[in-house]
């Protein structure tokens, strides 16, 4: 028998979680604290708005913000002895140690943390494949139960998301260094445009657009985030503070005429950016690939890019990413397709044949 689902929060994660357990058959009750939010959540099919006749849930899926997940985990284990209850805040030893602290039967507690998300937040923004291939980490502790555990771990993979598992204090520093310091550096990089003039604004391409794409995130959000995660989050930063002081202590000796050994530390920097990056899981958390890149010069009209996009598909070759620029002050835009090195070539000719102007 499938599971009774209850989703305490109604955001993006929550709303999300209910469109796709509910396309997966669970029978999901919401609960939001704004009758406005669980109706929204309820009406994009989510699940139905918990009432008294609902049946007492098997799961609870706490899906609040970080500095109060703690303290609605433990509110929900008293409210429902027989459920197993997770939650799907972002960090997971301030939650754990907070429900401690209330009492909480954490026997029945499970965290986990979906890694998905997107810049846009509440309700409104959520899909039902947001979780699709993307990685799931269940978080147990040394007190939760095996059962408890392995209803986590199912509901995750119903959802539609890739499952490991972590202890709460390996999975805060993975999250300090792969999710939060990128936030940090994605804001900071940002924050120099504020007062740059518009002639100097007007050059970005992908490169600042690619490094500050999510320092549109919601400032609320993440001050409780990296509140929660303080000390791991330290950690990652004062690293790598060091290394950014050798950086400006190589520029400044540059800078003064004093070059001897500068240069190795800033390619040395470089390098082991290359080797990190290298690292990255490629699709569907897939062992990393090197692609090959063709760049089409696309004219800023109706209907180009859906072109574009079915001649690579109509000459068999499958995308693997795609990147967006703007020229700058022109009426056409690069397309940088992504594609296995060994098809780089073909896909070249292919798009000539079909009438695109290549870039390069």
């Known amino acids: 028998m499938t599971p009774s689902v209850r989703i305490v929060g109604t955001g993006l994660i929550g709303t999300s979680l209910g469109i796709a357990l509910s396309r997966a058959g669970y029978a999901v009750s919401l609960a939001d604290p704004s ?35 703690g303290a609605v985990v433990a509110l929900e284990l008293t409210s429902w002895p027989n459920a197993v209850v997770t939650d799907v805040a972002s960090v997971k030893v301030a939650v754990l140690d907070d429900v401690r602290a209330r009492g909480g039967d954490v026997t029945r507690y499970v965290g986990s943390h979906p890694m998905a998300g997107r810049e846009r937040s509440g309700a409104v923004a959520a899909r039902g494949d947001l979780f699709d291939g993307r990685a799931w ?84 959000l993440w001050t409780q985030i990296l509140s929660g995660n303080a000390a791991a989050v330290r950690h990652v930063l004062v690293d790598l503070r060091d290394e950014l002081d050798q ?57 180009e890019l859906a072109r574009l996009l079915h001649d690579v598909g ?32 073909r896909l070249g000719e292919e798009l000539r044949v079909r009438g695109w102007r290549l870039h390069g």
Do not use: C, W
């Open 35 to 69: 009758p406005t939010a669980v109706a929204l959540a309820r009406d994009l099919g989510a699940g139905a708005v918990a009432g008294a006749d609902a049946p007492d849930p098997d799961v609870v899926v706490v899906a609040a913000p970080p500095d109060v997940a």
């Open 137 to 220: 980490v269940v978080v147990p502790h040394a007190a939760s139960s095996a059962a408890a555990v392995q209803t986590v771990q199912e509901l995750a993979r119903a959802a539609g998301g890739t499952v490991s598992t972590m202890d709460p204090e390996a999975h805060d520093a993975a999250v300090a260094a792969v999710s939060h310091v990128p936030q940090v550096a994605a804001s900071l990089v940002a924050s120099r445009l504020r007062d740059l003039g518009e002639p100097a604004v007007a050059l970005s391409g992908t490169g600042i657009r690619d490094v500050t794409r999510i320092a549109a995130s919601d400032p609320q």
């Open 314 to 345: 109509d000459a068999g070759v499958n995308l693997e990413d795609l990147h967006l620029e703007h020229g700058l002050g022109q009426p056409f835009g690069l397309a940088e397709i992504s594609v296995l090195p060994g098809v780089v070539e």
């Open 247 to 303: 950086v400006v202590t190589a520029l400044t000796r540059l800078s003064e005429g004093d070059a001897v050994g500068a240069r190795e530390v800033l390619a040395r920097v470089v390098a082991h950016g290359n080797a990190g990056h290298a690292r990255i899981p490629g699709k569907h958390g897939a062992a990393p690939t090197a692609y090959g890149v063709v760049v089409v010069l696309v004219p800023d009209q109706p209907g």
